[in-house]
């Protein structure tokens, strides 16, 4: 059997970068395996993040170059974050009209064809006036799609 597949103890784990075994302790713990080690010691993920680091790709993203894609996606986020504020129903609508094929007129006439209470239950929304229930137009708009 090769060395490198041979588990010498429980407490010991082989690490491709150096090829040696070494205790648990001295490898980072796995975020998605909670109490498992990671692959690579301590010190040859250090030598791996340096080696990253020095990296063209990572110098490339990190240079002037990548500073102006940076700016550019906050200043995006901004907008978006700004239209959000001035339109706060345009996502709901724009969810009703993708999953149901609903205009926010069509929505509203249905709503009030059912007196503001649910096709299915007859209950009218608990969350206030009925124009913000998704729960009212259940059946009503599924069948007339």
């Known amino acids: ?7 010498r103890t429980d407490a010991e784990k082989f690490c491709p970068s150096c090829e040696q075994w070494k205790r648990h302790g001295e490898f980072y713990i796995n ?17 791996r993040s340096k080696a990253y680091v020095n990296s ?5 993203a990190r240079g002037p170059q990548g500073k102006a894609q940076r700016e550019m996606a906050k200043r995006a986020t901004l907008k978006r974050k700004h ?6 129903d345009w996502l709901r609508w724009e969810q009703i009209e993708r999953s ?11 709503l009030e064809e059912q007196h503001g209470a649910c096709a299915i239950c007859l209950h009218t929304s608990s969350r206030g006036n009925g124009e913000n229930s998704w729960k009212v137009l259940a059946s009503t708009a599924l069948t007339r799609k």
């Open 83 to 88: 239209y959000r504020a001035e339109h706060p």
């Open 1 to 7: 059997m090769d060395y490198k597949t041979k588990k």
């Open 31 to 47: 975020k998605d395996s909670p109490g498992k080690p990671r692959g690579y010691c301590k010190e040859c993920n250090r030598d």
């Open 100 to 110: 149901y094929g609903l205009t926010k007129e069509r929505w509203c006439e249905i």
């Open 56 to 60: 063209l790709h990572y110098k490339a």
